[in-house]
């Protein structure tokens, strides 16, 4: 074997292919590189608000849908305990100790039975109080309040028909 240069045995090779193991190199100006350099902030400046709100939205419709959950189960846990004993103050009772359990704020809670029927019926309502009550923005003419600082959830005429 003859001792020739490595340039001269790839002289007629293109460079690519020599150099396949390199990568391109893409030069960007360091002017154009600085104007960018602030975006992924002032996007995240302009979108965190609504993501905020978006969120605390969320979390306050499953806190009311709680509430209304527990009502629907009590009301309804009240009124089968009536219909099974025949007598309405025990499910009275029980529906008293199934609101406390879930430890709502009770405004009403009845269980009757229903005029010229062998059914009961259950009436409840309940306080839900936000965590974000009385949120209201300031303008010339008063404040408007946006949410409430509580109000009613109610869940009615919840009927349950006994056989004897």
């Known amino acids: ?17 020599r150099n396949s193991q390199a990568k391109p ?10 104007r960018h350099r602030g975006q992924n902030l002032v996007e995240l400046v302009l979108t965190l608000p609504f993501v905020v709100v978006m969120l605390f939205f969320i979390i306050e419709l ?4 709680m509430v209304y959950e527990g009502a629907k189960m009590a009301a309804r846990d009240g009124a089968y305990t009536a219909s099974i004993y025949h007598n309405a ?7 008293d100790n199934k609101l406390s359990a879930a430890g709502l704020t009770v405004k009403t809670a ?7 029927q062998h059914a009961y019926q259950a009436d409840v309502t ?6 974000f009550g009385s949120l209201s923005i300031p303008t010339l003419s008063g404040p408007i309040s946006i949410i409430p600082s509580q109000f009613d959830v109610t869940y009615k005429a919840i009927t349950d028909v006994s056989v004897y």
């Open 62 to 65: 499953g806190r009311a849908w």
């Open 89 to 95: 103050k025990t499910g009275q009772t029980q529906l």
């Open 110 to 116: 009845t269980v009757s039975q229903v005029p010229n």
């Open 126 to 131: 309940v306080t839900f109080s936000p965590f």
């Open 25 to 34: 190199k893409t030069v960007r100006p360091k002017r154009l590189w600085n």
């Open 1 to 17: 074997m003859t001792d020739t240069p490595y340039s001269k045995l790839c002289e007629g090779i293109p460079s690519v292919i």
